[in-house]
Every structure is written in structure tokens, then in C-alpha cells.
């Protein structure tokens, strides 16, 4: 089967690095994988190549495309004949979704990875466009995929077509994020701390969602309760030249207690060497990559009730009111001050919990039957290839 994945673009965010992992894992006896950004390649285009997949790029600005890019993305989607097309975020999902129809693909799928869709929270044009879409969702994709329960929630509340919707979760590599006490023992040494210091995560770009404000408001608490306890911080724009980053560390007074190491290319040991990850996002957020991540490593995690995030962690860590970070700074305290064996089994819990339900083979498989139904189900399908 040919599929063609079309998707926003290709740097190294969630939904991105969750495309590669099925492109990585999808069987290529059965399907024939084609993958096209709407901007620019991006880092994670030659890891594509790598891997034997052709990758285009129609090169749109971003804000209004130009009607001769989408003319581009029509002409190359009938030179490639693809029995399927899967496109992943918003702007994929309206203009990959149309060219689709208008080069005369049958099977079209969407990918939502998106929770939040408040008016203060997202900007007016992405408001337009899951408007849009919600419009067009009754007649352009076939099915519609969330990563999410949320998400897909959300946008039937939003007009999108409910009988369409299938939520298929975000998968995680057992096999590279796992316990590792050589891990755990090396990041300590590069922050010249004791191989004993309680190291309190969190991982992901400076976003407002994300909540780094909020992060240190609970730091600062947890640093009154446990000043032994150390916080490490991880993603794009989480450095030292972050003048809000320092503002609210400085507000926190854990100054001497934080690292901020930016972007990390070794995830799984950093997340392996963590005792407990925190998730103090506030909004928007569907399936957060970085739970699975580190219940695979046997890492506990204490989260705000965001997004999927109750649901992924289960009964392996604690959830808390989304904003409320004095309850986040009392869950993060608790899962520290278990004693060992019991934090050690609320991880081997946390990690046998994303081995049944999240496992990337798994999911993957998933998305293969997505496509398998796409397929079947498209009334004037090209036929077998």
C-alpha cells in the first residue's frame, strides 16, 4: 500500500518524533511510506532518508500559503498515486487534506495531536483553521486519528466529525528508555553532584504550556521541605540566556539547586537518572511524550490533570489539579521521601504500565490497521498497487 504521510514540518517536536517512530517500525512488506513537509525539511528529514523513505518539501511560508505551494502539494500527490494519505497537525490536516481530494485520493486521514483550543490560550489563526476544519471534517477525511481521549473530546466539541474519530495513544521504545543505574550514576557526575542527590525533572520546550513558572513556584516549596533535592530542566529554550527561566528561579531561590541544560540529545539516560518527573503543564497538552518516557525508565511521575496525562500515568504516580503547584510541590515530596523499595516498585509499576498499554510496536500495529481500514474503506480506492 502507498502511503503518504504530509505533515507541518519536520523539526524535532512530539508529533514529529511520534511520525518517525511508525516510520521507523511500519512494515514495509505492506506499505510503501512517502513523506512530505509543508515548510522546510528540518532535522529530522535525513533520519527519514535514512530509513529509505523519500522526503519532499513544498517549502510554504508560514502564515497564508501561497496558492502556487498548494498547487505544488496537488501536483505531487498525483504524480506519487498514493492508495492513502495520512496528514498530521493542523495546517496538514486543511491543506494536505484538500490537495489530497483534489488530486483524487479517496483515502485521507487527519492526526490531531492538539487538547486546548481556548480563546486565550491559541492564537486566532489555529482557531480558524480547527474552525475549518471542523467543517471540512464531515467530508475530506475518511477517519480522523487522536493521539488523545481529550483531544478527540475536545474537537467533536468543536464541530469535528465524532463518527470519524479513533484515538490511537503515542507509543514509547522499551528497548531505549529503561532503568539505568549507570545512567543515573553519570548525569549525577556531569552535575557534580553526589551520586545520592535527589534529582526532581522537567523535560520539555519553553512554552507557556508548559508551565516553567509554575514549575518553580513548587521547586521553591519542595526546596523549603527537602534543600538536599536538585532540579533538572531539559528543552528547547531552557538555558541560562532565558531571562524569564531566571527570573523565576531566582523568585523560587532554588538558584544553586537548578540545571538548565537546553537541548539534550541523550534522553533516555537523563531520564533514567531522574527520581521523579514532574508535568506542571497548564493547558493543551494531549498525550505528553515525556510521561511515557519516563514510566519506561521506571520513573514515577507526579503530573497536573492535563491532556490525557491522569490516564497515562494511572495509579504509578500522583495527579493534581491542573495550576494547583502547591499540591504539585506536596505530590513531587511524597513519591521523594517513599521509601526506596516503594518508589523503586511505583516505578517498575509505572513501567510495566507503558508496556501494556503504550509499547511502540503496539501502537504501531494500531496505526497499520488505521491505515488498513483507511483503505478499505474508501468507497473508489485506486485499487491494489
Known amino acids: ?36 513537509s509543508l515548510t522546510t525539511l528540518g532535522e529530522l528529514a535525513p533520519r527519514i532518508v535514512a530509513l529509505g523513505i523519500p522526503v519532499d518539501a513544498v517549502e510554504l511560508e508560514p ?14 500527490l498525483k504524480r506519487l498515486k498514493p492508495d492513502v494519505v495520512h496528514t498530521w497537525m493542523y495546517h496538514a490536516d486543511l491543506l494536505g487534506g484538500l490537495a489530497a481530494r483534489l488530486a483524487g485520493v479517496s483515502s485521507v486521514g487527519w492526526c490531531i495531536r492538539n487538547s486546548n483550543l481556548d480563546k486565550e490560550k491559541t492564537r486566532i489563526s489555529i482557531r480558524a483553521i480547527v ?14 486519528l487522536s493521539c488523545s481521549e481529550k483531544a478527540r473530546q475536545i474537537h467533536v466539541a468543536h464541530g469535528y466529525a465524532a463518527e470519524k474519530m479513533v484515538v490511537v ?15 543515573r550514576r553519570i548525569v549525577r557526575v556531569e552535575l557534580e553532584l553526589d551520586v545520592d542527590t535527589p534529582l526532581v525533572g522537567l523535560i520539555g520546550r519553553f512554552d507557556p504550556q508548559k508551565n516553567h513558572a509554575g514549575f ?19 528543552g528547547k529554550g531552557v538555558d541560562w540566556n532565558n531571562p524569564a527561566l531566571k527570573q523565576a528561579i531566582d523568585k523560587a531561590g532554588v ?33 505528553p511524550n515525556v510521561l511515557g518516557e519516563a514510566m519506561a525508565c521506571g520513573v514515577p511521575c507526579a503530573v497536573t ?3 490525557d496525562s491522569a490516564y497515562i500515568v494511572g495509579d504509578t504516580g500522583c495527579v493534581v489539579a ?64
Open 1 to 36: 500500500m502507498r502511503i503518504v504521510f504530509i505533515i507541518t514540518g519536520l523539526s524535532t517536536g512530539g508529533a514529529e518524533m511520534m511520525l518517525f517512530k511508525i516510520l521507523e517500525r511500519l512494515d514495509r512488506n505492506s506499505f510503501a511510506p512517502h513523506v512530505i
Open 63 to 76: 502564515g497564508l500559503p501561497s496558492p502556487a505551494g498548494f498547487f505544488r502539494l496537488v501536483q505531487l
Open 131 to 144: 474552525g475549518l476544519c471542523a467543517l471540512l471534517s464531515k467530508w475530506v477525511p475518511s477517519q480522523i
Open 169 to 183: 495513544p503515542n507509543g514509547f521504545d522499551l528497548s531505549r528508555f529503561k532503568p539505568d543505574d549507570h545512567a
Open 216 to 234: 518553580f513556584e513548587a521547586a521553591g516549596l519542595i526546596h523549603r521541605q527537602m534543600p538536599q533535592v536538585h532540579f533538572v530542566l531539559a
Open 255 to 287: 538558584l544553586s539547586n537548578t540545571h538548565l541544560l537546553g537541548l539534550r540529545s541523550d534522553m533516555p539516560d537523563l531520564m533514567a537518572a531522574l527520581d521523579v518527573l514532574a508535568s506542571s503543564s497548564s493547558y493543551g497538552e494531549a498525550f
Open 305 to 307: 490533570d492535563v491532556g
Open 322 to 385: 491542573s495550576m494547583d503547584m502547591a499540591d504539585l510541590a506536596q505530590a513531587l515530596v511524597g513519591i521523594l521521601q517513599l521509601p526506596a523499595a516503594e518508589r523503586l516498585a511505583l516505578g517498575e509499576a509505572a513501567r510495566t504500565r507503558v508496556a501494556n498499554h503504550f509499547e511502540i510496536g503496539q501502537i504501531t500495529r494500531q496505526y497499520e490497521a488505521f491505515y488498513a481500514d483507511l483503505a478499505s474503506a474508501s468507497s473508489a480506492g485506486h485499487g491494489p498497487h
